[in-house]
């Protein structure tokens, strides 16, 4: 060993030569490893992801949060596709569902929270809650024994507490008007069903009048029922308002267009990259071609609310009254899996029967929209709404309408600000007439409960005086009007203030929306077409 290194010292060149000899040695099975470890790649594939996907589970150091990781990379890569893909985890798809299917596993109660406990407006005819001996009026003070009273609870979580699987028992104890003692209920609960049509009655003789708030899966059956009921009282012509409905199952929409259609007529087409073109056409058995028709819409109204419109308006059948739809042409799919999540993934955009795709832009203000809506003065004034001229439609009857962004109305309605003021903004916000609502239905439960159509509830109301009542409990509240304010806006309060008390009637919504629309400047404009 001493006489090799020896050689190495007296001739130098030779060391140089071993090193280069074993570098290029290195260099050639280097080069080997790393082309070994140079993974192939296609463009405009998920290649790339999936590659990385599986060297973080052979060659990752430590041990990986799979589901963690899974669960916050899905929601990232579906809202880099459109606004509307989601991901939706067991519980929120849950939740969903039950909002669409038309019932969910409950007690059935309605119930609003004017101050720091629960009250009972409404107990469900045939549930729970009603053959348990829920009464309207009822304060919930425990749920399975936990206080849900005076601690600022949510109504969020108070709903959690008080909906379970059908067959369970939850027990409930309540404070009851005239009762010193709270009173206990053992509850089983049970399939609850939730409506979609929200009132049907008549606004006159021969005008009726229908609010849609979802497309849910019986909300073509309520429907029709709400029509049989309207025509027997005399509906020639009827209101059909769908503000604030957001969509939901496409089938309705279409089931309730093919109503008003006549044989042939074209309802929506859907089309998308892996979705062929798909027509949609009235097959001339519907039951209202004979009404004439006024839908009313606003920002609020989105998807099957947008075909609803859309089929009525290029078909001229009828009148489009409010202000322009919120713009949602695509078509989603629900995908499950089975952890009991899903998604709901973009497959095709629909289509008006002129060829208008109403699909707002996705650029980054898409969620702002609205807000946008106010800046620019649209919501005010019909010469504010933007309009893509390169998007221009004509009906069968010549009538000018246009795609890329909502459904403009035939009659525009501007926001209704009459009687809203710095006092009205105020009692608004700090839910004073809705406080005040619940105090004068505590007061007078009994008259309350004893009312049965509108005409009592109208002499209830001409023997009470709300205004002075309700001036001196603002008052209380460190509110008071300044000069002028109270006659500018107590037309306004008080209609709130009668709307909430006849939700504690046993009319519930079919006194509230028809006490509530006398002054809704929408159904004013509908009703004098």
Same mark, same amino acid.
């Given at each position: 060993?001493?006489?090799?290194?020896?050689?190495?010292?007296?001739?130098?060149?030779?060391?140089?030569?071993?090193?280069?000899?074993?570098?290029?040695?290195?260099?050639?099975?280097?080069?080997?490893?790393?082309?070994?470890?140079?993974?192939?790649?296609?463009?405009?594939?998920?290649?790339?992801?999936?590659?990385?996907?599986?060297?973080?589970?052979?060659?990752?150091?430590?041990?990986?949060?799979?589901?963690?990781?899974?669960?916050?990379?899905?929601?990232?890569?579906?809202?880099?596709?459109?606004?509307?893909?989601?991901?939706?985890?067991?519980?929120?798809?849950?939740?969903?569902?039950?909002?669409?299917?038309?019932?969910?596993?409950?007690?059935?109660?309605?119930?609003?929270?004017?101050?720091?406990?629960?009250?009972?407006?409404?107990?469900?005819?045939?549930?729970?809650?009603?053959?348990?001996?829920?009464?309207?009026?009822?304060?919930?003070?425990?749920?399975?024994?936990?206080?849900?009273?005076?601690?600022?609870?949510?109504?969020?979580?108070?709903?959690?507490?008080?909906?379970?699987?059908?067959?369970?028992?939850?027990?409930?104890?309540?404070?009851?008007?005239?009762?010193?003692?709270?009173?206990?209920?053992?509850?089983?609960?049970?399939?609850?069903?939730?409506?979609?049509?929200?009132?049907?009655?008549?606004?006159?003789?021969?005008?009726?009048?229908?609010?849609?708030?979802?497309?849910?899966?019986?909300?073509?059956?309520?429907?029709?029922?709400?029509?049989?009921?309207?025509?027997?009282?005399?509906?020639?012509?009827?209101?059909?308002?769908?503000?604030?409905?957001?969509?939901?199952?496409?089938?309705?929409?279409?089931?309730?267009?093919?109503?008003?259609?006549?044989?042939?007529?074209?309802?929506?087409?859907?089309?998308?990259?892996?979705?062929?073109?798909?027509?949609?056409?009235?097959?001339?058995?519907?039951?209202?071609?004979?009404?004439?028709?006024?839908?009313? !819409?606003? &920002?609020?109204?989105?998807?099957?609310?947008?075909?609803? %419109?859309?089929? *009525?308006?290029? @078909? +001229?059948?009828? /009148?489009?009254?409010?202000?322009?739809?919120?713009?949602?042409?695509?078509?989603?799919?629900?995908?499950?899996?089975?952890?009991?999540?899903?998604?709901?993934?973009?497959?095709?955009?629909?289509?008006?029967?002129?060829?208008?795709?109403?699909?707002?832009?996705?650029?980054?203000?898409?969620?702002?929209? !609205?807000? &946008?809506?106010?800046?620019?003065?649209?919501?005010?004034? %019909?010469?504010? *709404?933007?309009? @893509? +001229?390169?998007? /221009?439609?004509?009906?069968?009857?010549?009538?000018?309408?246009?795609?890329?962004?909502?459904?403009?109305?035939?009659?525009?309605?501007?926001?209704?600000?009459?009687?809203?003021?710095?006092?009205?903004?105020?009692?608004?916000?700090?839910?004073?007439?809705?406080?005040?609502?619940?105090?004068?239905?505590?007061?007078?439960?009994?008259?309350?409960?004893?009312?049965?159509?509108?005409?009592?509830?109208?002499?209830?109301?001409?023997?009470?005086?709300?205004?002075?009542?309700?001036?001196?409990?603002?008052?209380?509240?460190?509110?008071?009007?300044?000069?002028?304010?109270?006659?500018?806006?107590?037309?306004?309060?008080?209609?709130?203030?009668?709307?909430?008390?006849?939700?504690?009637?046993?009319?519930?919504?079919?006194?509230?929306?028809?006490?509530?629309?006398?002054?809704?400047?929408?159904?004013?404009?509908?009703?004098?077409?």
């Amino acid at each position: 060993m001493d006489s090799f290194i020896k050689r190495f010292k007296t001739n130098p060149w030779l060391l140089i030569i071993v090193i280069f000899l074993l570098g290029a040695v290195s260099y050639k099975y280097l080069s080997a490893f790393l082309a070994d470890r140079e993974l192939n790649v296609r463009n405009n594939r998920w290649d790339k992801l999936m590659l990385v996907l599986s060297q973080v589970d052979k060659n990752y150091v430590d041990t990986v949060n799979y589901k963690e990781i899974t669960e916050q990379s899905i929601p990232y890569i579906l809202e880099k596709l459109d606004p509307h893909s989601v991901y939706l985890a067991p519980e929120e798809l849950k939740s969903a569902d039950e909002q669409l299917q038309g019932n969910f596993d409950g007690i059935g109660i309605q119930f609003n929270v004017p101050n720091d406990s629960a009250v009972v407006i409404n107990v469900i005819p045939g549930g729970p809650s009603e053959r348990a001996g829920i009464l309207s009026g009822d304060r919930l003070v425990k749920v399975n024994g936990e206080v849900v009273a005076g601690v600022k609870m949510n109504q969020d979580s108070l709903v959690s507490r008080l909906r379970g699987k059908s067959g369970s028992m939850v027990k409930v104890d309540v404070k009851r008007y005239g009762v010193k003692e709270l009173v206990s209920f053992d509850i089983k609960r049970d399939k609850i069903p939730v409506k979609s049509v929200d009132v049907a009655y008549m606004i006159n003789d021969t005008l009726g009048y229908i609010k849609l708030s979802k497309f849910t899966r019986t909300s073509h059956k309520e429907f029709m029922e709400s029509i049989l009921k309207l025509r027997k009282e005399g509906m020639k012509s009827l209101v059909f308002d769908l503000r604030g409905n957001s969509g939901g199952y496409l089938d309705q929409a279409l089931l309730l267009s093919n109503e008003f259609l006549n044989k042939g007529e074209l309802i929506v087409y859907m089309k998308g990259t892996h979705r062929p073109r798909q027509d949609f056409h009235a097959d001339n058995t519907g039951k209202c071609r004979d009404l004439s028709l006024k839908v009313i !819409i606003d &920002e609020g109204s989105a998807s099957s609310s947008e075909i609803f %419109a859309g089929a *009525i308006q290029d @078909n +001229d059948r009828g /009148v489009i009254v409010g202000r322009r739809s919120f713009g949602k042409g695509l078509v989603q799919e629900p995908i499950y899996f089975s952890d009991n999540s899903g998604i709901r993934l973009t497959v095709a955009r629909f289509y008006t029967p002129t060829g208008r795709s109403i699909q707002k832009p996705y650029d980054k203000n898409y969620r702002e929209d !609205i807000l &946008e809506r106010y800046r620019h003065g649209e919501m005010m004034s %019909a010469d504010s *709404i933007r309009k @893509n +001229d390169t998007l /221009v439609y004509t009906t069968p009857k010549g009538k000018i309408v246009y795609g890329g962004g909502g459904i403009t109305p035939d009659l525009f309605v501007p926001v209704d600000t009459s009687g809203i003021n710095p006092f009205f903004v105020t009692v608004s916000n700090m839910g004073m007439t809705f406080r005040f609502s619940a105090r004068m239905a505590d007061e007078y439960r009994q008259a309350l409960n004893k009312i049965k159509s509108m005409s009592e509830l109208n002499k209830f109301f001409s023997e009470i005086d709300f205004e002075q009542r309700f001036l001196s409990f603002a008052k209380s509240n460190g509110i008071v009007p300044r000069k002028g304010e109270w006659e500018e806006s107590k037309e306004l309060i008080n209609n709130h203030i009668k709307a909430f008390i006849g939700r504690y009637t046993p009319l519930d919504d079919n006194a509230f929306y028809p006490i509530l629309l006398e002054l809704d400047n929408m159904v004013l404009a509908a009703i004098g077409q």
